[in-house]
């Protein structure tokens, strides 16, 4: 009886992780239609006139692991004085052309309406070292 009050005490102890399962892993089928990021990461954004008004940088995911969005620059030069927006993943067309076998990217916005939405600043934990 003591031993049995003794093991019941010290699992009790134990923190409660350590009786946590592992979560299984699942495994995907993925579709011709899914995206991969690293397919649109450094494709150029275009407007509804064909101008080139920034560059896809970052896809944004929100707390549930969903994708939310993009990263899209816009302005600068050799990394100087490029503006960075966060954009609702809605409001870019991101497709795969077969004929000319590359990723494209629209949205209806202005080179002008993008460097005057509010600024995306990599910082804290967008900033944290990936390794």
Do not use: C
């Not at 992780?17 to 899914?34: I, K, R, V």
């Not at 920034?54 to 620059?73: L, P």
């Not at 966060?86 to 795969?96: N, R």
Request: hydrophobic content about 45%; proline content about 2%; glycine content about 6%.
């Amino acid at each position: 009886m003591r031993k049995s009050i003794i093991v019941l005490a010290a699992l009790a102890a134990l923190p409660t992780a350590a009786f946590a399962q592992a979560q299984m892993t699942h495994f995907l089928a993925m579709q011709n239609n899914d995206m991969l990021s690293s397919n649109v990461v450094g494709v150029d954004v275009y407007d509804n006139a064909n101008h080139d008004i920034g560059t896809i940088k970052d896809v944004a995911f929100d707390g549930s692991k969903m994708m939310k969005g993009y990263i899209v620059s816009v302005g600068g030069f050799l990394g100087m004085g490029t503006h960075y927006v966060a954009v609702d993943a809605d409001s870019v067309k991101v497709k795969y052309d077969t004929a000319d076998k590359k990723w494209h990217a629209n949205m209806n916005a202005t080179k002008d309406e993008l460097k005057s939405a509010p600024e995306f600043k990599y910082e804290g934990e967008w900033n944290a070292s990936k390794s």
